[in-house]
């Protein structure tokens, strides 16, 4: 006959979830693994049917019963968390060993109790179960890393499409996307087109490097000026539009304008040496040209704009409705404000 301690210290390596009970029910001995599942509740002593909810067989008196009954059981611990466990009762010479099991709850219990190969026999197809699971959340974490730098890389390319390298503001393409999104929403906006006068003469005179840092003081300043639902976007080499979210009003964008014209004339230094420019804005509100699609409305604010580079520049102009003209006749100022020939209109002089 095996001495008691023997047999537990064999079910201890065999079964780590089996418990040894009288035949009146009380807990003898307890597996490691399923003491574990109660750290602060030591289970010999107490009685099984107190620990553990019977769902199967559901017609049970006392514990005897399930001696005499098919050995196959489901149970449930009484408090919280009520983990489900599988188990079967074999009925022994003064009492019975019960072994239980997760079944198909082991995952969540392997979570719920921290539990590791360890806590299983090393037959257990339980083990093979925790390496598959391991494997895949492996997996997962790679492809989870992956997705996120592709998503970042993409984002990073939309941005890039999007974003003028230099002064870091938005591009033309930016630009049309924002006038068709405002154009399909029916909210108001304006266009206010700004055209950098002289400019020509710092590259020609200090150097590309000298135009760069001034277009990029003139994209300061023109954030600087704006709001941030507003859009403000380098167009061409000195050329800049911005588009004004739900803003009609003549008297502000007047002021705005103002503003932008007073900053952008005064002296930028590149280099301890100064740089002097000027500008001239053309201004399209919507409200004032409701059929008029946004190319349209863009094309009535760069009117405006030519329109103010004929007044002798550093100044501005509202646009007014005008009938369409081929591109190829629209006049364009040279840099003493005289009207530049047809070919000329593809690239200002400023």
């Not at 979570?111 to 197809?125: N, P, Q, V």
Request: neutral net charge.
């Amino acid at each position: 006959m095996i001495a008691e301690d023997t047999l537990a210290g064999i079910l201890a390596r065999l079964c780590p979830m089996h418990l040894l009970v009288d035949d009146s029910g009380v807990i003898r001995r307890v597996g490691p693994t399923l003491q574990k599942l109660r750290p602060e509740t030591p289970m010999p002593g107490q009685r099984f049917l107190d620990l553990f909810d019977l769902t199967r067989p559901r017609k049970v008196g006392c514990f005897a019963d399930l001696l005499t009954g098919e050995g196959k059981l489901g149970v449930a611990f009484r408090d919280a968390p009520h983990t489900a466990l599988k188990g079967q009762i074999v009925p022994l010479p003064g009492g019975a060993v019960i072994d239980l099991s997760f079944g198909i709850s082991l995952i969540d219990a392997v979570r719920d109790y921290a539990l590791t190969s360890a806590d299983f026999a090393a037959t257990s197809l339980a083990i093979e179960l925790l390496y598959l699971v391991e494997a895949k959340s492996a997996v997962m974490g790679e492809y989870g890393q992956l997705s996120r730098r592709l998503q970042t890389a993409r984002i990073s390319a939309e941005e890039q499409a999007f974003t003028d390298t230099l002064t870091g503001l938005k591009n033309r393409r930016a630009m049309d996307h924002v006038l068709t999104r405002k154009a399909a929403s029916g909210m108001p906006y304006s266009v206010m087109h700004i055209d950098l006068d002289f400019f020509k003469q710092v590259n020609d005179s200090l150097g590309h490097a000298a135009g760069d840092h001034v277009l990029q003081q003139v994209a300061r300043i023109l954030v600087e000026e704006t709001r941030q639902e507003d859009t403000v976007a380098r167009v061409g080499g000195d050329e800049f539009v911005i588009v004004f979210d739900n803003l009609t009003d003549r008297p502000r964008l007047r002021r705005i304008a103002e503003r932008l014209i007073d900053r952008l004339q005064q002296p930028m230094l590149f280099q301890g040496r100064p740089c002097a420019i000027s500008a001239s804005i053309g201004i399209a509100p919507s409200v004032e040209q409701p059929l008029v699609s946004p190319a349209g409305l863009l094309r009535l604010a760069d009117l405006a704009l030519y329109d103010a580079k004929h007044a002798g520049r550093s100044t501005l102009r509202f646009a007014t409705p005008r009938p369409a003209e081929p591109a190829w006749t629209r006049p364009a100022a040279g840099k003493d404000g005289e009207t530049a020939p047809p070919s000329a209109v593809s690239g200002r002089d400023s």
